[in-house]
């Protein structure tokens, strides 16, 4: 951030510069000229600006995604679901605008295709077979996307190619839906610092974990590719 205020600055020297010595060698003319060019330069600054707002917001979630840099899959199963039940909140009903979109939700909800998805995801290991500094990821933050999609592309719809229903892990030889995880037993329950007892954090895991994702897909998308953050990997080839 402060190579950038550096930049502005220059710039804005420079364009004093510019002005005073433009108004020295052509008068009126000069200033005339000046103000064109100090106008560009104030576009290209508000260029500049939003690149860096854009790469410091990003920055981040860039970070935080690397610990799935260049991750694999192993599809274990995808089988055929019947629709799930359309989630609601009673609190909505008394808001026409909520209602509403309810209705176009709801319609876009029951018109896709569902599937049970059985499927492992494994971090890329280091060079040392160690995986990254950065350890921690979250099952419940991946999505799914069509297999085109780019990682700054975004879908008019607001769940796109899939939505992701349900999210249960593997947790000692039976999956745990994530809601169910705060009550687990001993061995996996959440402790007064947001950690489980065998010192994972809450909702997060390291390394290697299979997941069963309920999937609801649109009828014309057949191949999908996992998202999380900036990262993309694997590819899921959904049935007919």
Known sequence: MSQLFAILAVLILLAIGVTVALYEFLGWKGLALAFVLNLAAIWFGIILIGKAIKTLIAGPFKAKGRVLENASIETNSIVAASVPEYPRDSNDYDDEDIVGYDRIDQADFENR?????????RPAASEGGECTAFQHWEPT????????KSPISF????YGACRIHNTAMWVNG??????DLGSAPDGNAEDDDDEFDDGELFGKVTGEQRLRLLIGVLPNADTLKFAYCFEQFGRVDVPR
């Open 155 to 158: 879908d008019d719809d607001e």
């Open 113 to 121: 295709r569902w599937y049970t998805l059985d499927v492992t995801v």
């Open 141 to 148: 933050e991946l999505e799914l996307v069509h297999i085109d």
């Open 174 to 179: 039976a999956f745990r839906s994530d809601d």
